[in-house]
């Protein structure tokens, strides 16, 4: 069964650390995405990378990098966490040719104190 | 970005039932996608719509698309507790540099 694995289901940081979120996909698909989900304000991108090495920032990337340096993984660092960026973290993947849905992973609450 | 939005924010029916959802967006399309989370969890991808075509069906489901009026709608038939969940609409405008754009969800509750 094809996946997306996000390393953690729950996390728990202190305001200020340094945070990094995993992702890896069994797909071979070309790109991957990070979206944040809130209350009353759906998914929102964080960044998304077509290919090893690139990465387009979506529409919040402050506060937020990302990291593509294999295919199959697409890392989303918290340089310096916040309780703002409290939420829940889902990553997807898909292929890059067009008309072909999302597969997301499970994704990661994250809290940060 | 412009969000597509769906409509209504939460809809509570009885099993058995038909449930409809709707969503509208703004610029035009390539597709439009639907998606279903469960509690809690990552969204699942439920069904595709390109835009030219007008009617869909997978299984139970059952997806409109209105170009002209920038809409779609998803039906589900006879439905069961298993399909609570949350149901988003997604748009691709199909630019580049651009990824999928997700409404804020519709919220169905099925009880028996």
């Known amino acids: 069964d094809v996946k997306v694995t996000q390393s953690s289901r729950y996390l728990v940081k202190r305001t200020g650390e340094k945070v990094f979120l995993e992702c890896v996909q069994d797909?071979?698909?070309?790109?991957m995405f990070w979206y944040r989900q809130d209350p009353g304000l759906g998914l929102r991108l964080i960044y998304f990378s077509y290919d090893v090495k690139m990465k387009e920032k979506g529409d919040i990337p402050e506060g937020y990098s990302v990291s593509r340096e294999k295919k199959e993984r697409f890392s989303l660092i918290l340089e310096s966490a916040s309780t703002n960026q409290t939420s829940m973290y889902l990553c997807?993947?898909?292929?890059?040719?067009?008309?072909?849905?999302?597969?997301f992973g499970s994704g990661t609450r994250l809290t940060v104190v | 970005s412009q969000q597509g939005e769906e409509d209504p924010q939460a809809l509570s029916i009885q099993e058995g039932e038909n449930a409809t959802m709707n969503c509208s967006y703004k610029?035009?399309?390539?597709?439009l996608q639907w998606y279903r989370q469960n509690s809690g969890r990552g969204l699942v991808h439920l069904i595709l719509?390109?835009?030219?075509?007008r009617e869909k069906h997978s299984g139970r489901l059952r997806v409109t698309l209105d170009t002209s009026k920038k809409s779609s709608s998803l039906l589900i038939t006879a439905s069961r507790a298993a399909d609570t969940a949350s149901y988003f609409c997604a748009t691709d405008h199909n630019q580049a540099g651009t990824a999928l754009i997700f409404g804020k969800g519709t919220t169905l509750s099925v009880s028996s």
């Open positions: 797909m071979d698909h070309e790109n």
């Open positions: 997807a993947s898909s292929l890059l040719l067009p008309n072909y849905g999302y597969t």
């Open positions: 719509i390109r835009s030219n075509e």
């Open positions: 610029t035009s399309i390539n597709n």
